[in-house]
Structure formats: structure tokens, C-alpha cells
């Protein structure tokens, strides 16, 4: 039986996996799409000089940068490099290498050419990999340990997650706070507690959402874990843009903020707006007036009624319809009917309600094991029928 699935690890924090041999030898490997921060290289396998000695490195699920090759080694993708840090050295892995990183430095508005980059010192060896990992295992206890402290100082905060530096001299304490926390008092505790340099960082709450993971209401995993690395602000206009209820309970994501999906569709449905006639009086027609009791927007649909409290016998008619009736009740012209429009289409969805009733496949059960006695479909004995042919 093989064995080597139970023992490897994914550390899809930081985009690796992690297994050791039965000799006890540490292997830590790239694991290429398991990080949100992936960037696919679309310039693989093409050469440029200029930018060969500068590599996208990158750390945990929120850090990653352009880093200068000063070791004179060969580098590539996937490879576990040493690298220079404020204090001490960090270790991380090899996302990016080639034209593909003078692409990314151009979208973070970086100029090679009056930008200070840390360097790369060496390819990690065994011992760097050993103490890396020796660093990442105290990251949960600590995360416990620093949220009992935070709570027995009273301080209103959360910590959200901790990142140890490659070398684990320092850790990145990651946090939530509504208003100004003063740390004075906590780093002292933290310092003394755990040993090691500090390091406040304050994150939103999406940040967090993004740090933790989990399932939306769609079933598939949070965007803000899955991709999202820059948030947008989002207002309750984006739900009304796309004509939703202003629900909070239906609005709002796992972070208590506003939905980050509330921005997909906006450009849709503003484009579609941008072609339905406002309404603000009437329509005028010989019967009487029809009042607009809603609009489906991407269908371009606006449907009227004779009576402005009901909804019940509701008329459709399209934007352009619509347009050319506004422009007839100013030139104080009025069609005959708004009842000689054609019926309303079909609805778009079709329920599901009683296609999962635990009896839909009985009868046809009971025919199949009445062809199995030696019956036909209409119940009679084929046996039977045969001998009243002879």
C-alpha cells in the first residue's frame, strides 16, 4: 500500500506541500494554483536579458514581492530562496521568473530603475527548510495565545491570523479593530510571552474573511479566499443598480460586510439601464391610464397595469414600446388599448416543486417487475394471450 498521500501535507496558505521521506528528510515542493495569489504566466518559455535576476517571491496568502538575485545561482519557478528581510532573513518560494515579472512590476507601478529591492541571498538548504517549518507550526498556538492576552488586557480587537518570519525571530500579528488600540502594554506581553520581534498589522474584515476561508450561499468557495487580493468598496447602490431588496441578512457575506459579487453585474445592468425610458407619469391610452408596476432590466421589459394597487392583470411591453408611446401622449396622441398587447411569454424558470417526491419511480418499478412475471404493460398474461391466438 502506498503510503506517500497520508504523509504529504498542503499548505495552501502558502502555495507548497510538505512531506517527509522514510529516511526523515524534509521535502517541501510548489504547489502552482493553490494560493489566490497565483499569476498565470503567459510569457512562459520566453528569454529576456533584462530582467533575468529579478523574481516574483512570495510568503504567506497575503505577502508577496519583486526581489533582486544577488546570489549568482541559477533560480526558477517553484524554488525555496532565502531572502533579505528588515530584520534577520525570510524564506520564500519562486512564483515568478522572466518578462512576466517586468509585467507585474509595471502593475504595481514599480520602476526598475529608481526602485531599492531586496535581494535574493541563496536557494534554501535543508536546515532553512527545517527551521521554516519548525516556525510555521507555532503559528495556531500563538494566534490562540496572542487572542487570551489581547482579551485578559480588555483590548477591543481581534487577532485575525500570525505569520512567522522564515527564520521565526519575528511574527506578523494580524488584527481587527474598530477604533485606536494602543499596544504599548500588548507587544511587552507578546515580546516576553513568545520570544521573538513583533509585529502589528491592522486587516478589514474581508481581509479576514479571506485569511479564514469557507463556502458562500452559491456553494462555492468565499471570492475573497479564492482570488480577490485588492477589495473595493461597495455601497447599498450596487444593490439597488440591480433592483434587489435591501435585505441585510440576504446582502451581506460571511465578513458582515456588504457582498463583494454585488459588483460583478453592475456594468450589465447599468448598460441595460441606459436604454429603459424613465417613467414618471402614466401612459396614456384611450381606456385609461397604465401605471409601471416593474421592470425586468437585462430583459429590457417593462410591465403596466390599468390599476396601480394591484398587480395582478399586468401588461408587458418593450423599452423601445415603450419609447414610441411616451413620444405619441406628447404629441397628444393615444393608442386604443394597452389589452391588445400580445399575452405575456412564458415565465423563465419552471418550478422543481414534486420532482423529488420519494414516490415518482414506483409505478414504473411495478410495471418492470410485472415484465419480469411474464405480464405486458396492460397487466395480462403474455401466456395467456398467446394461447388464445393458437
Not at 503510503?3 to 502558502?14: G, I, L, P, V
Not at 521521506?21 to 497565483?38: A, D, Q, S, V, W
Not at 468565499?222 to 450596487?238: R, V
Request: charged share 30%; proline share 3%.
Amino acid at each position: 500500500m502506498d503510503n506517500s498521500n497520508e504523509s504529504k501535507k498542503y499548505d495552501c496558505a502558502r502555495g507548497c506541500t510538505v512531506e517527509r521521506t522514510e529516511e526523515g528528510e524534509l521535502i517541501c515542493g510548489y504547489r502552482p494554483g493553490c494560493c489566490k495569489m497565483e499569476v498565470y504566466d503567459w510569457l512562459a518559455g520566453v528569454a529576456q536579458e533584462q530582467y533575468k535576476d529579478y523574481f516574483e517571491v512570495r510568503f504567506k496568502n497575503t505577502r508577496k514581492g519583486i526581489y533582486y538575485n544577488a546570489s549568482g545561482q541559477s533560480l526558477k519557478k517553484g524554488d525555496l530562496v532565502v531572502v533579505e528581510a528588515t530584520t534577520g532573513h525570510d524564506l520564500g518560494i519562486v512564483t515568478l521568473e522572466g518578462p512576466i515579472v517586468a509585467k507585474q512590476m509595471q502593475c504595481r507601478k514599480i520602476n526598475p530603475e529608481t526602485a531599492e529591492f531586496k535581494k535574493i541571498y541563496r536557494k534554501a538548504k535543508v536546515y532553512d527548510t527545517e527551521k521554516w517549518q519548525e516556525a510555521i507550526a507555532r503559528e495556531q498556538e500563538t494566534m490562540i495565545r496572542a487572542r487570551q492576552i489581547a482579551a485578559e488586557l480588555g483590548l477591543e480587537m481581534k487577532i485575525g491570523d500570525v505569520e512567522f518570519q522564515g527564520d521565526g525571530t519575528k511574527a506578523i500579528f494580524y488584527y481587527i479593530a474598530d477604533g485606536r488600540v494602543d499596544f504599548r502594554q500588548l507587544i511587552k506581553v507578546f515580546a516576553e510571552e513568545f520570544r521573538i520581534r513583533i509585529e502589528m498589522k491592522q486587516i478589514g474584515a474581508r481581509q479576514e474573511a479571506g485569511l479564514i476561508g469557507g463556502l458562500g450561499v452559491c456553494g462555492r468557495e468565499l471570492c475573497c479566499s479564492n482570488y480577490i487580493s485588492s477589495f473595493q468598496s461597495i455601497s447599498t447602490s450596487a444593490a439597488r443598480i440591480q433592483d434587489l431588496s435591501l435585505n441585510p441578512q440576504k446582502l451581506a457575506g460571511q465578513c458582515g460586510k456588504l457582498k463583494c459579487c454585488l459588483n460583478y453585474e453592475i456594468p450589465s445592468y447599468m448598460d441595460a439601464q441606459s436604454r429603459i425610458p424613465k417613467v414618471l407619469n402614466p401612459l396614456e391610452f384611450q381606456d385609461g391610464l397604465a401605471y409601471l408596476m416593474k421592470t425586468d432590466i437585462l430583459r429590457e421589459v417593462m410591465f403596466f397595469s390599468y390599476d396601480k394597487f394591484s398587480q395582478a392583470n399586468m401588461f408587458p411591453l418593450s423599452a423601445i414600446e415603450v419609447r414610441e408611446i411616451q413620444k405619441l401622449n406628447r404629441e397628444g396622441i393615444k393608442p386604443e388599448s394597452l389589452k391588445s398587447e400580445p399575452e405575456p411569454v412564458a415565465p423563465e424558470f419552471v418550478t422543481a416543486v414534486g420532482d423529488d417526491s420519494i414516490s415518482r419511480f414506483d409505478e414504473s418499478r411495478r410495471r418492470k417487475k410485472k415484465n419480469r412475471k411474464g405480464y405486458n404493460q396492460k397487466g395480462e398474461r403474455q401466456g395467456r394471450k398467446q394461447e388464445n391466438k393458437d
